[in-house]
């Protein structure tokens, strides 16, 4: 770090690196994780630099917006969001990367938000880091060195790959199809939907 370099840029790198840590220690999905700790899919990339794409992520809450570092920099290809708010408590940010390995296949991760965010929020690049592509995504209209950023269509999965949350099994579309066709013949009353919460390995603790 230049003894010259701006006392908030240097803030902020340090703030970034305390939670690109936190990331590490708890961005591993529960699908992935198999008896006893070990791995039960080796290929799944966490994004920490070590993987297959060879990109290191950071998801950053900073001065209520959301800030996504990808590492090195020209890195990224494309962006996707997607605002996941089952859970009120708990509203996750679903990211979808594509990165310059492989800019045809996106990798969806989840990070749970600990600011609020709303529906219509807007992506910008800003421009004055230098080894890194940074993206901002706010609700409120960003200024100074960032231009607007065009987000790819929203993720079509809510989950990494491989994990149970993103389609039912087929045995259980079979059987809800015979339900209906059973309630077809002799309607019953309906009994209320099992509430679905998928179990998520928080980002930020």
Same mark, same amino acid.
């Given at each position: 770090?230049?003894?010259?370099e701006?006392?908030?840029?240097?803030?902020?790198?340090?703030?970034?690196t305390?939670?690109?840590?936190? !990331? /590490?220690?708890?961005?591993?999905?529960?699908?992935?994780?198999?008896?006893?700790?070990? *791995? @039960? $899919? =080796?290929?799944?990339?966490?994004?920490?630099?070590?993987?297959?794409?060879?990109?290191?992520?950071?998801?950053?809450?900073?001065?209520?917006?959301?800030?996504?570092?990808?590492?090195?920099?020209?890195?990224?290809?494309?962006?996707?969001?997607?605002?996941?708010?089952?859970?009120?408590?708990?509203p996750?940010?679903?990211?979808?990367?594509?990165?310059?390995?492989?800019p045809?296949?996106?990798?969806?991760?989840?990070? !749970? /938000?600990?600011?609020?965010?709303?529906?219509?929020?807007?992506?910008?690049?800003?421009? *004055? @880091? $230098? =080894?890194?592509?940074?993206?901002?995504i706010?609700?409120?209209?960003q200024?100074g060195?960032?231009?607007?950023?065009?987000?790819?269509?929203?993720?079509?999965?809510?989950?990494?790959?491989?994990?149970?949350g993103?389609k039912?099994?087929?045995?259980?579309?079979?059987?809800?199809?015979?339900?209906?066709?059973?309630?077809?013949?002799?309607?019953?009353?309906?009994?209320?939907?099992?509430?679905?919460?998928?179990?998520?390995?928080?980002?930020?603790q």
């Amino acid at each position: 770090m230049s003894i010259l370099e701006n006392p908030m840029n240097a803030f902020h790198r340090l703030i970034s690196t305390v939670f690109a840590f936190t !990331i /590490l220690l708890n961005a591993t999905p529960a699908f992935a994780t198999g008896a006893g700790g070990s *791995s @039960a $899919d =080796d290929d799944y990339d966490r994004l920490d630099g070590t993987g297959l794409s060879g990109k290191k992520v950071q998801v950053i809450e900073w001065e209520g917006n959301l800030e996504v570092h990808v590492y090195p920099a020209g890195s990224l290809k494309g962006l996707a969001l997607k605002l996941d708010k089952r859970n009120k408590d708990k509203p996750v940010m679903v990211i979808g990367y594509r990165f310059d390995s492989d800019p045809k296949n996106q990798l969806i991760r989840r990070a !749970i /938000l600990g600011i609020p965010f709303r529906e219509g929020f807007k992506a910008y690049r800003d421009k *004055s @880091a $230098d =080894d890194y592509d940074k993206i901002i995504i706010s609700n409120n209209t960003q200024s100074g060195q960032v231009v607007a950023f065009q987000l790819d269509p929203e993720p079509t999965q809510l989950y990494p790959d491989g994990h149970p949350g993103n389609k039912a099994p087929e045995a259980t579309k079979r059987d809800v199809a015979s339900v209906k066709k059973k309630d077809a013949k002799s309607p019953e009353p309906e009994s209320a939907p099992d509430n679905e919460e998928g179990q998520i390995k928080p980002f930020f603790q």
